[in-house]
């Protein structure tokens, strides 16, 4: 199946080699009348376009009319009655496009079994997909590398870091390292864009001299920082490649101290990088300001920069005002900055009980955001992440759209007061009127009033991030979904007090036919009955007014009490979703994602609306809790045979890796994890999964996150898997549950979390484990 712009001739016919050929895309009408005329083929589905001269069709060539034009052809030859076709009509046929055309069709797939199946068509299709192919990703043993193919060598941005064993040295298995070096640079002449695996700096030192024209980089490493000198990982790559301009640390574990003294002994390379991501998920530690200045003063250059910073105060040589101006000057080009607290990557939730503010506020002034704003003109994405009190953010952030113009993205962590929206005025955040994602983090007073300015004055939000707000309730969303209808399609309420799942789905009803894209918390229960009342601006009939009469209606409101029999009505245990709004589907709705805690149920996700999704692709469930102090589960099964309601969903990431119990024997009265996990991935098999991602629970006691004999046996009833990744170890009598899954063609475990466990002192999955399983996988037939 392709889907593209059908550039076909008008007397195009089709080779036998296909049973069924189905074409989507747009045709101009005279291709389509000589389609129907040449073939009698009548169009699958056919919708127009706002164009002319342009329609979007769909046409299936079926066995009938292969056959058919067989015989005619039959008949030609032997000089019988053709039916009015000519000879040259007869003659032509798809494989009679130009090699031109068919590349530049080829280039527009991007999926890999489409690929595949594209290349085994015949010789041809076979040299043109390879020769389309910029990307590859390794998924075979180190040990097979001698045998890489060569066909590849249009292929620009190559992955190395998930070959198997993962996380292992990667010329360690070859007797030969540099013969092997030569190989990789022999079978992808052409690469450009590297993503590898480095657990010492001699993969680099053999590597980097192949492919000196490298622009972008990619270092993965989860495992403990091997014992050399500051900056000894990226020398031979700083060395080599001296027209890097991309280079991303986010997955590589090191030291802060690391990068600087390596930029500058090279300063040529460090001049040339326009973009720096060390917005380390691995490390704990952030940079400190002499770090980050010192970075930044020796990448002038710089475009994109991704740094985990530490803002606190209370530590030696933070990062503060004076930073961040100094930042401003030495790269004045930037057109993004995200800059987070190393805290806030953890992911920890907020308590919600608390009031919103911290006991410290941050070193950082109204007078720096503005000369920071002054300083970048370029800026289209913001992102300042902190995890201390910025207060009363409101008037810099009003400058951002005369300062900023570009700006597109924003994203703002612990900052107070950045829309107040008093006496009916647009002031803070909602006056930056080009933002079209906006990313709001633990802001104590936004209130709903504050989120219906933004959506006045941001008219053009497609994503919308709100979390840990506490003062939001439903109709603040509703009145911001309503007002946006027109452009949101990306949504995530996190960490709300007053909304839970049933509400953050009630208040998404104007936009539940167009949202693509949403995160919510599993939180069935109310966390306070009087949360109507906790937020003093609640415009519930604003969703109503026209836009330029909202403001003057916000005295009008409808008092408590009607408030309160409104939400007493909603939220009565008995009474469920479809009976509050017209009954619709979240039509366009691909991508799920679920937070939820250890100890609950998923089965109420149906009953709190999200029934229809015909659309949804993927789901992300994340579990996350202490089950060393939860009672037993009244239930069997955590409820993921519920999902199978959803008839398209095909991948899955079930992170149960935030859930902490124990390995061991338990206490009495308690379950270890291996129960946990029988919980949780109970009914699995019930659902049509391609593709799961799983994070075993652990034990943090002992850094142990393995995967149990009652999981591998749920695992195996998953009989629809082609790929299973597990981020975790594993026992190899316990991976050969897994080959009773007849179509899995890749699995690997992945212990992608610091630190992750060195497998020469592990006795659970080891190399020579790994590659019998693997062999084990390899030699059976796959039925497709």
Sequence with gaps: ?????????????????????????????????????????????????????????????????????????????????????????????????????????????????????????????????????????????????????????????????????????????????????????????????????????????????????????????????????????????????????????????????????????????????????????????????????????????????????????????????????????????????????????????????????????????????????????????????????????????????????????????????????????????????GLESLSIRNCADLTDYSLTAISLGCTRLAKFEIQGCKRITEIGIRTMAHALQQTLVDVKISCCKHLNAVRSLRALEPIQDKIQRLHIDCEWRNRSQQSERSSSHTPSKLMNCPTGKRFANWEEEVSCSKKSKYYSQMDSANISYGSLFPCKSWAQLQHLSLWIAVGELLTPLILAGLDNCPALEEIQIRVEGDCRQQPKPSELAFGLSCLSSYPRLSKMHLDCGGVIGYALTAPSGHMDLSLWERFYLNKIGNLNLLELNYWPPQDTDVNHRSLSLPAAGLLAECSTLRKLFIHGTANEHLMMFLLKIPNLRDVQLREDYYPAPENDTSTEMRVDSCCRFEDALNSRQIPD
């Design 1 to 433: 199946m392709f889907r593209h712009p059908i550039c076909l001739s008008p007397t195009l016919s089709v080779s036998h080699q296909f049973p069924n050929l189905y074409l989507h895309g747009y045709a101009l009408p005279w291709v389509t009348s000589n389609l129907y005329k040449r073939h009698e083929i009548q169009p699958v589905s056919l919708s127009s376009i706002p164009t002319t001269s342009v329609v979007k069709s769909s046409y299936k060539f079926s066995c009938q009319n292969l056959t058919r034009k067989s015989r005619e052809r039959s008949n030609w030859a032997h000089g019988e009655e053709n039916c009015g076709m000519d000879k040259d009509s007869i003659d032509t046929h798809i494989h009679d496009l130009p090699d031109v055309l068919l590349s530049n069709i080829f280039s527009l797939v991007s999926d890999t079994r489409s690929r595949n199946a594209m290349s085994l068509v015949c010789l041809r299709w076979h040299l043109l997909e390879r020769l389309t192919r910029t990307s590859l990703t390794l998924r075979g043993n180190i040990r097979d590398l001698l045998f890489v193919p060569t066909c590849f060598r249009s292929v620009t941005d190559l992955d190395l870091s998930l070959l198997s064993p993962w996380g292992h040295p990667l010329l360690d298995f070859s007797p030969d390292p540099i013969l092997l070096a030569h190989l990789l640079h022999n079978a992808f002449p052409s690469v450009v864009s590297l993503t590898i695996y480095i657990r010492s700096p001699a993969t680099l030192y053999l590597l980097a001299p192949r492919w000196p024209n490298l622009f972008h980089v990619k270092l993965v490493r989860w495992h403990q920082r091997s014992p050399t000198p500051l900056g000894s990982d990226f020398h031979p790559l700083f060395e080599n490649c001296l027209s890097l301009s991309s280079l991303d640390l986010s997955h590589f574990y090191c030291w802060t101290e690391d990068l600087q003294p390596a930029l500058e002994t090279h300063p040529a390379t460090a001049a040339s990088l326009s973009r720096l991501d060390i917005l380390t998920y691995t490390s704990s530690a952030g940079f400190r300001s002499s770090e980050l200045l010192a970075i930044t003063a020796a990448c002038p250059n710089l475009h994109q920069l991704l740094a985990a910073c530490v803002f606190d105060h209370r530590y030696v040589d933070f990062v503060g005002d004076s930073t961040l101006l100094a930042l401003a000057s030495n790269c004045p080009q930037l057109s993004l900055l995200h800059l987070a607290d190393i805290s806030v990557l953890s992911n920890a939730r907020t308590n919600l009980e608390d009031d919103g503010f911290t006991a410290e506020d941050a070193g950082i002034s109204h007078a720096m955001l503005l000369d920071l704003f002054i300083g970048l003109p370029k800026l289209e994405e913001l992102a300042l992440d902190i995890n201390q009190n910025v207060r009363d953010a409101g008037p810099a952030l009003e400058l951002l759209h005369s300062k900023c113009p570009r700006l597109k993205s924003l994203t703002l962590g612990r900052f107070h007061g950045i829309c107040r929206a008093v006496d009916s005025k647009l002031d803070g955040v909602s006056l930056c009127r």
